[in-house]
């Protein structure tokens, strides 16, 4: 008989595994369970989906359930959940929902991809029907069959995240007349040293979304948030406040969990009992510059880790070396971005560092459409190692973080940064690069 | 008295260093020569200045000499041209353009910028009233100033390198009727691989500019351009042949010149004499990928250059360590950037290689306005090496080339730039970035 590989989530951290798996290994029965009714989707989409900018919610899925069973001989199973594993039986408890049965699955090896799940406080009336989280695109039908249904006229974003924000711009593009983001921090954007922060929030002010930082939420009615401040009115809720891995599954069977409880997994993704694989979001990462593991649930991670373990699993030699924080987003026209260590993340991993904050322009200066791009810039005191930065600024400013990205994880100084040979031309940037320019004044501290 | 700095060149090699000189010794006597009108200008901006993107010429003059004079107690000396160098004696003798006279200047730091001119081959008719360079400000204005007269209706660009594209586009986007590119070479822009090349071509065609590719030109007349093909009517002709590093006056005094005759210069750039400096198009640059001097005439290394000068001549230390040769540029709404050694430079430098090529998308797929990317990446045999990469894209392709030079610069393997933690949202990128699925592609062939 044909050995079995079991996979357990839907999304890229197991197709990715599942589809490198095949590759490799032709003769492997591959049986995925996923609990809903999508494959391999892009929930990083549905805000636009939700802002109108892409039309269908089938846009946002990349290959659907029998597309893997055609082509890749995978067994797709949607509508399938797995309630539990015994590893020494070697063996899953799957829930099939679409026949209310229950049933046991062999397996020969295992793939965990669970994901994670918005982070629901214990307030009161937060399991009301009108409470959104926004990770699966079952979560995105919800929210939009409700925000089509009640023509919301006031949506509460509650948490300031990449999330937060972006959902928020996307109730404002769709029309709703009142969209507030309430957020307990007191910038917005977290992940963003609070200058950088009050740059965004700014933003989205200007944008005509109502922020109310240093506010915190205490419940929830229907029709109402209540907050420290008062009472807002709220026809649509949406949970913006981070996600935690989805790892009880990997936790029940005594597999070993690390970070905010993710699943501890070795840079071949291999979990701690043999045979035994996970990726993504319900996975720690380790960060590169901090040295320490991490929880980084960033669809990237999870595709690169799903792919991973499929290579090891097919008999093929790979590893997911580590994450060094780079995210992006937009709100409205300003871009957002960072990358390695803020000031609060370098102080915690016990670095010594100094900052430079600088103001240029995303193209020539006298170039049509040059915008204002703000870099600041992270680099650990004496050594003048290149940290981290955040960019906040116009169109073309973001994905410059690549850069730094690049920078921070070949260990460059911030003066070899400055020597970097950035491309030029008054269409692109001016002549000193912004992250050259934010680079040459961290160094100028350093010294 | 206090000691004299000169300075020869008025633009970025040399005021660049001017200005770091002055910042670190007030007590230096400054002269700064400048054969033209203008100083620190952006000659990458010209053509934008023909095509109408940018409104008036002095919009490309970053500081003006009366800015120099007054602010950085720079004595900036606009229509002198240095003549001849007597580096025994230490002096100087320059041509006053404004008054008809000549003098000379003793010194006791010499600082070379003397910068580039356009190549004009050998043929007849080449000095003809209607055949301009575009090098200079000067160049700009005597253009601008014919374009108006005679109302081109035809325009023949010599040369498809980036000045040639970018004034072919320019005068297209003018207005003229007939912009017609006659290149030498298989393909256009020889700094690019004969297949990206050929995409580029392919755009050019049709934004509607007529592309002879595989014809020499034999000679000009009034009126019109001969080639190997016949004649083309021609208004007005711009060459677009490169640039040769304006040396003839290091030359002329003795110092040392290599590679295109450009100026020798050590990492401080300091050239073969004790107390005489030099920056910028007229100088040498050491290419960090294939260990060899190259003549790179570009703003970016200008500035560069001449900032390390001007700091070590003001009693500072610093180097420029060299190039990857990265540029970027665009024809219409196609972005086109390069970095590294393409297969030609990769087989001039001794290096055996493999390359990939991949087309992806600059958004997520779904994302409105997401378009075509094209990325050719070169990396070493058997080490897998990043060597460089070219890229051809849509609106958001070319910058990702940055991270590539920032990889190559590190010297990364593609494995590791596989690995590399770069920015993703739908707005902004596919999960996996372009530049990576290149990578992963170029690894496969390298294993």
Not at 107 to 134: S, Y
Not at 247 to 274: F, N, W, Y
Request: glycine letters at 12%.
């Amino acid at each position: 008989m044909a050995e079995r590989l079991v996979v357990v989530g839907g999304d890229a951290g197991g197709m990715a595994a599942a589809s490198q798996a095949r590759r490799r290994r032709p003769d492997l029965e591959i049986v995925a369970l996923e609990r809903g009714r999508w494959t391999s989707y892009s929930a990083c989409g549905i805000p636009y989906l939700v802002a109108g900018d892409v039309a269908r919610l089938d846009d946002l899925v990349t290959r659907d359930p029998q597309t893997f069973r055609d082509r890749h001989n995978i067994d797709v199973r949607t509508g399938h959940e797995a309630t539990a594993v015994d590893l020494d039986a070697r063996r899953v408890e799957v829930r099939d929902h679409n026949h209310g049965r229950t049933f046991t699955l062999g397996f020969d090896h295992l793939h965990l991809a669970t994901g994670a799940t918005p982070v629901r406080p214990d307030l009161p009336g937060i399991d009301g029907p009108r409470i959104h989280g926004v990770q699966t695109l079952e979560d995105a039908a919800h929210l939009l069959e409700e925000a089509e249904r009640c023509d919301a006229e006031n949506v509460v974003v509650v948490g300031a995240g990449y999330i937060g924000l972006e959902m928020a711009e996307a109730f404002v593009r769709r029309g709703c007349p009142t969209v507030t983001v309430v957020e307990q921090g007191a910038e917005v954007m977290a992940t963003l040293d609070p200058d950088m922060g009050a740059m965004v929030g700014e933003a989205m002010r200007q944008f005509g979304i109502v922020v109310r930082t240093g506010t915190s939420v205490t419940g929830f009615e229907p029709g109402s948030v209540h907050t420290e401040d008062g009472r807002l009115p709220a026809d649509l809720v949406v949970l913006g406040l981070g996600v935690a891995p989805a790892s009880g599954l990997a936790a029940g069977a005594g597999l070993e969990t690390g970070v905010k409880e993710a699943v501890v997994v070795d840079p071949r993704q291999r979990t701690s009992t043999e045979g035994v694989w996970a990726a993504g979001d319900c996975c720690q990462s380790f960060h590169l510059v901090s040295r320490r593991p991490v929880h980084l649930p960033l669809g990237t991670v999870a595709n690169k880790q799903g792919r991973v373990a499929g290579v090891n699993l097919g008999g093929g030699y790979a590893t997911f070396p580590g994450v060094v924080g780079t995210a992006v987003t937009k709100v409205c026209s300003t871009e957002v971005a960072r990358t390695g260590l803020d000031e609060r993340e370098a102080t915690a991993a016990g670095l010594g560092y100094e900052t430079a904050r600088i103001e240029s322009s995303t193209r020539a200066g006298y170039f049509p459409g040059a915008g204002r791009i703000t870099v600041k810039m992270v680099a650990e005191r004496r050594t003048g190692r290149l940290l981290g930065a955040q960019i906040v600024g116009a169109e073309g400013a973001a994905k410059r973080i690549d850069v730094v990205a690049t920078a921070v994880t070949a260990g460059l100084t911030v003066d070899q940064v400055v020597d970097l040979d950035l491309s030029y031309a008054p269409p692109f940037s001016p002549v000193w690069d912004p992250v050259l320019v934010a680079a040459r004044e961290v160094a100028k501290v350093v010294r």
